[in-house]
């Protein structure tokens, strides 16, 4: 293999190690790799075509939520997971979704089936940086969970193992509800006192 082509790879895999595997089309043709030769490389099975403008490299061996960094991509970077999403990549409780649920800000336009959108200006302060995905932080992501009036006893179980886990303190939960949403400080609440009174 040419010196040239040995380096296209190189740091297109160098990219793509920190998207989860994934890389935009936009993204290769940045880095040397021409509409043409993109179609090659999916042709020859070097790389998986995962939606229009977007592929994985194919020998890519996914780790546990590298799949987020996709979304990361599709909303060219303005989404963050969260909700649901966030609280499986945190490790907290048990709410399940089939849609990976992201916030964008509220002039975001764009769409996906497999996608739920909460629209909402997030502060750096609620935003955690992971490989290739940007997370709500715990707090917020229970804060999130909290606004759409949840199973109160899922959310106090929630909110007790993120306690355990020492990702949040139950002050700072109540106090940053209060600040973000009336609804969600009033559940919030509510799963406090279930998790003092257990």
Sequence with gaps: MPAARRDLRRRLF?????????????????????????????????????????????????????????????????????????????????????????????????????????????????VLEHTGFRVTTPLRSLIDIAAGAPDEDQLARAVEEARMSGLVTLRRLRSRSEMVDATAALHIERAIQRVEAS
């Design 14 to 126: 160098s990219l793509a190690a920190g998207q989860g595997g994934y890389f935009s089309a936009a993204q290769a043709k940045k880095i040397g790799y021409s509409y043409q030769a993109q179609a090659h490389h999916v042709g020859a099975g070097n790389w998986l075509r995962i939606d229009r403008g977007l592929f994985r490299l194919a020998e890519w061996v996914p780790g546990l939520h590298d799949d987020l960094a996709r979304w990361a991509l599709w909303s060219r970077g303005r989404g963050v997971v969260s909700h649901e999403t966030a609280l499986s990549v945190h490790g907290i409780g048990e709410f399940e979704s089939a849609r990976v649920h992201l916030t964008v800000p509220p002039e975001f336009t764009k769409r996906h089936d497999a996608v739920t959108l909460h629209r909402a200006e997030l502060v750096d302060a609620d």
